[in-house]
Nanobody
Framework: QVQFVESGGGLVQPGGSLRLSCAASGFTVHDYAIGWFRQAPGKEREGVSC????????HYKDSVKGRFTISRDNAKNTVYLQMNSLNPEDTAVYYCAATSCLSGTYLRGIKADFASWGQGTQVTVSS
């Protein structure tokens, strides 16, 4: 069974940083593109970043470019999202999942069919 477990969220002041972790089980993160997604209250889930399996190329939603960095540690079977210069608009529950890095897929919050959504990790940016 493919499972993703997100962690690392919390309460941070505007301008602060957090690093989210996505641990996979029943699945090798190197074998598939992995995306980070978020869902704010009252809004649809959206993709914020994606990393390819083939060459580790990365993709980002425009509003997080230059602030967020996605990376993968194959030895730990974990994908990370380093988030800097956080602002209140980044407040959301963050999820990870296997996906396609095609912009029409991950940006729309679409994951691969074989994986389920995890519980996510809450990120709250507030002073």
């Amino acid at each position: 069974q493919v499972q993703f477990v997100e962690s690392g969220g919390g309460l941070v002041q505007p301008g602060g940083s957090l690093r989210l972790s996505c641990a996979a089980s029943g699945f090798t993160v190197h074998d598939y593109a992995i995306g980070w997604f978020r869902q704010a209250p009252g809004k649809e889930r959206e993709g914020v970043s994606c990393i390819l399996s083939s060459d580790d190329r990365t993709h980002y939603k425009d509003s997080v470019k230059g602030r967020f960095t996605i990376s993968r540690d194959n030895a730990k079977n974990t994908v990370y999202l380093q988030m800097n210069s956080l602002n209140p608009e980044d407040t959301a529950v963050y999820y990870c999942a296997a996906t396609s890095c095609l912009s029409g897929t991950y940006l729309r919050g679409i994951k691969a069919d074989f994986a389920s959504w995890g519980q996510g990790t809450q990120v709250t940016v507030s002073s």
